[in-house]
């Protein structure tokens, strides 16, 4: 997309959350305008937002406010916990039917499960978070099961790529081992509320396991799936 985003394009990013790739694609491709939506209004906190840069409050699963074959390219990520298995379907029609023929379409997510990972970290994430997410009918493996829903709307061929996401570790970067290990304890604290409310753990259950992760960090080398979709709505978006 590099080029056709240097001549100029329309580019709609949904679930933008505080609108942060909105900005800095805007301002790298001054050419091109940028749309963010979100179901709340966390971007109107962002700082130094270019003029071919805007966002709207909008709730995907009701509906984006834009006609159809508007975008030349749609892109979404880190919705995993955002929607509940039978939901994606619609969520993949509704980003086709916004794009233009021949406009591109693409999807980059985890499936939130933890690989190699510490019996704590593992337990947080794939047993804790995993059960209380099914409560709300919320499977994040989905993620790795999307081609279908790309051909349904409409969109291919589909490329499909996976690769690994290092989590408090990585030999080759020290600033990013120590940025992922802040995002990872933030995550886990965010989520704390949610578990125990939901699973009814004792909070000193969590905060034993929560303490140890950090110890775990220098034994274990945990990631995340990370799953990249994208292709080309090749007709009109097969979204009613």
Request: some cysteine; hydrophobic content about 40%; overall charge negative.
């Amino acid at each position: 997309m590099t080029e056709e985003l240097k001549k100029g394009i329309k580019v709609l990013d949904v679930g933008c959350g505080t609108g942060v790739w909105c900005v800095e694609m805007a301002t790298e491709f001054q050419e091109s305008s940028f749309i963010g939506t979100d179901i709340t209004e966390v971007f109107a906190a962002t700082p130094l937002v270019p003029s071919n840069c805007s966002f709207i409050q909008a709730d995907t699963q009701k509906g984006l406010p834009f006609e159809e074959n508007t975008f030349d390219f749609v892109f979404m990520r880190a919705q995993t916990l955002c929607y509940p298995e039978k939901i994606w379907p619609d969520v993949i029609k509704e980003l086709a039917r916004v794009a233009k023929v021949n406009g591109m379409v693409e999807i980059f997510d985890t499936t939130v499960t933890v690989r190699d990972g510490g019996p704590s970290f593992t337990t947080l994430i794939n047993e804790w978070l995993a059960t209380a997410l099914r409560m709300r009918d919320i499977d994040t493996t989905v993620i790795a099961r999307l081609e279908p829903m790309f051909v349904s709307a409409g969109i291919g061929p589909v490329t499909h790529l996976s690769t690994q996401w290092p989590l408090g570790w990585d030999p080759t970067n020290t600033q990013y081992t120590k940025m992922s290990k802040e995002n990872v304890l933030s995550l886990l604290q965010g989520i704390k509320p949610q578990i125990l409310a939901a699973l009814g753990i004792a909070d000193k259950e969590y905060t034993k396991h929560f303490d140890n992760v950090e110890l775990e960090f220098g034994e274990y080398k945990p990631h995340f799936d990370l799953e990249f979709y994208y292709g080309r709505k090749n007709g009109a978006s097969k979204s009613s």
